[in-house]
């Protein structure tokens, strides 16, 4: 069980490491990349990453930290069933359990966030979980921690992204010569 402090995916701040098109570094390849979106906004700026600890009890950060605004909408990454939707230590935490990743299935948890959904809802990608609440004093700015589990075990959450999701910059589109309408 999560200690007061950390809340059941962990909450803790600084800088995080940069991740890039090939995915974060040491993401867990046994995690399937199921994530169709970000929880919070279009590319958040990760504050800190996931940093495992060394053993069970020990120092470490046991998810992400991305910015976001105070009551920005938070959502589901990927399709799956609300399995927690409550208060934690003081701190509104919504957990979901995320269809069709082994057993025990994977399962993101989401804090600080006021939810707009109760245990046993069924979600898709991209539902409105609730708002982001104030109060993650960990961070330098308003934030969402972003934590991933496998039964008792931390995962890496940004490890659920696909490489398209994690691409720095907008795409762009070139010009194609012979192309109507192309001045090149």
């Known amino acids: 069980m999560p200690s007061a402090r950390t809340g059941p995916g962990g909450a803790e701040a600084s800088s995080g490491p940069e991740e890039g098109p090939a995915g974060p570094p ?29 053993t069970a009890y020990g120092r470490g ?3 992400v930290d991305l910015t ?12 799956g069933r609300v399995s927690f939707a409550g208060r934690v230590a003081g701190r509104g935490v919504v957990s979901v359990e995320l269809t069709g990743t082994g057993d025990p299935p994977l399962r993101t948890t989401y804090e600080p ?11 898709g990608a991209g539902d409105v979980l609730g708002i982001l609440e104030p109060g993650a004093s960990h961070c330098p700015s308003s934030c969402l921690h972003w934590g991933l589990l496998r039964a008792d075990a931390y995962l890496d959450p940004l490890s ?6 994690l ?9 194609v010569a012979g192309v109507p309408g192309d001045s090149g």
Do not use: I
């Open 26 to 54: 040491g993401a867990d390849t046994s995690v399937p990349a199921v994530g169709r979106n970000w929880p919070v906004g279009q590319r958040p700026l990760v504050l800190r990453g996931w940093e495992p600890p060394a």
């Open 61 to 63: 950060h046991r998810g």
């Open 68 to 79: 976001a605004a105070t009551d920005a909408p938070v959502r589901a990454v990927a399709p």
């Open 113 to 123: 966030v006021r939810a707009s959904v109760k245990r046993g809802d069924e979600v």
């Open 160 to 165: 659920l992204l696909p490489p398209w999701l």
């Open 167 to 175: 691409a720095r910059g907008p795409s762009r589109l070139l010009p």
